[in-house]
Nanobody
Framework: QVQLVESGGGLVQAGGSLRLSCAAS???????MAWYRQAPGKQREVVAT???????NYADSVKGRFTISRDNAKNTVYLQMSSLKPEDTAVYYC?????????WGQGTQVTVSS
């Protein structure tokens, strides 16, 4: 079983930057990882994914502004967020699927003020 712990959220002004971290309790070396977000009253949506081989994909709404990366030695995944907009306000969750089981972190709040 894997535990995921997110950190790095907070309050930032529009145009600012934040870096989220997701620390896993076990090795993530062979697993794909992802960041999701959920805004109030909206469904959870995928923001960015990174495969075990470090291939990345992004939601259209964050392309060019967000960067997902991983450090397998530290069992940690990052989400660098730049040029933040008020519509990026949400709870951000780390996710992985291992052996058919979905694992989620507890989430970290990101609030972008205009």
């Amino acid at each position: 079983q894997v535990q995921l712990v997110e950190s790095g959220g907070g309050l930032v002004q529009a145009g600012g930057s934040l870096r989220l971290s997701c620390a896993a309790s076990g090795s993530i070396f062979t697993f794909n990882m992802a960041w999701y977000r959920q805004a109030p009253g909206k469904q959870r949506e995928v923001v960015a994914t990174i495969t075990w081989s470090a291939s990345t994909n992004y939601a259209d709404s964050v392309k060019g502004r967000f960067t997902i990366s991983r450090d397998n030695a530290k069992n940690t995944v990052y989400l660098q967020m730049s040029s933040l907009k008020p519509e990026d306000t949400a709870v951000y969750y780390c996710h992985t699927q291992q052996w058919g089981t979905n694992y989620w972190g507890q989430g970290t709040q990101v609030t972008v003020s205009s």
